[in-house]
């Protein structure tokens, strides 16, 4: 099975684009990657999915390399609202290898 | 509002006292989840149901049995509560994952003391 990796915490400032990167090693052939948000005292909520290549939809990109050994999420513009984890999902047929999250802080 | 509903949201518990979490989805979802997060360990598989009527184990099942009373709700249940159950517990739903990601509920906080 696949193991994520990825930041504990990182900083950025408002206004800026922030890049988040997972590492997944032993990611399978039909292993997809998706990226979720989670604000304190709520469920995790889905940002972006992705296989191969590039994803873009209306809040952030993804972008993974032919290897796919890893991902990165990237966030266009930051605000003080996406101060939030952000974690990297690996789903393998149900089998479900979450990152530990990367806790994501924006200052004003 | 569509979406997950979980109840309760706090509980504790004595240790060895039972208790079942509930959960309810109104978007037709074949598949429901229950997870536990912990600090620093990100969300773990407790149970999963890929249909109406069938349950699997995931990552940590032992101290937990679930039942999926119909399409739309699945329970969680501790029959004899442990510290070490202590955690945020997450109920979750998805119609085909890979394609929509999973819709998580809004948790339920347990302390067992």
């Known amino acids: 099975l696949a193991k994520t990796t990825q930041p504990i915490s990182m900083d950025s400032y408002e206004g800026q684009e922030v890049n988040i990167t997972c590492s997944h090693n032993?990611?399978?052939?039909?292993?997809?990657i998706t990226w979720y948000q989670q604000f304190p005292s709520q469920g995790p909520r889905f940002i972006i999915q992705g296989y191969k290549t590039k994803v873009t939809n209306e809040v952030a990109s993804l972008f993974i390399p032919a290897d796919r050994k890893s991902s990165t999420l990237s966030l266009p513009r930051v605000s003080l609202s996406d101060t939030a984890v952000y974690y990297c999902?690996?789903?393998?047929?149900?089998?479900?290898?979450w990152g530990a999250g990367t806790k994501l802080i924006i200052k004003p | 509002n569509a979406g997950v509903t979980q109840t309760p949201k706090f509980q504790v518990l004595k240790t060895g006292q039972s208790m079942t979490l509930q959960c309810a989805q109104d978007?037709?979802?074949?598949?429901m989840y229950w997870y536990r997060q912990d600090p620093g360990m990100g969300l773990r598989l407790i149970y999963y149901?890929?249909?109406?009527?069938?349950?699997d184990k995931g990552e940590v099942p032992n101290g937990y049995n679930v039942s999926r009373l119909n399409k739309r709700e699945f329970s969680l249940r501790l029959e004899s509560a442990a510290p070490s159950q202590t955690s945020v517990y997450f109920c979750a739903s998805s119609e085909d994952p890979q394609y929509s990601g999973y819709t998580f509920g809004s948790g339920t906080r347990l302390t067992v003391v």
């Open positions: 978007m037709n979802h074949n598949s």
């Open positions: 999902l690996v789903d393998s047929n149900y089998q479900l290898i």
């Open positions: 149901s890929a249909s109406e009527g069938t349950t």
């Open positions: 032993n990611i399978a052939t039909n292993d997809y």
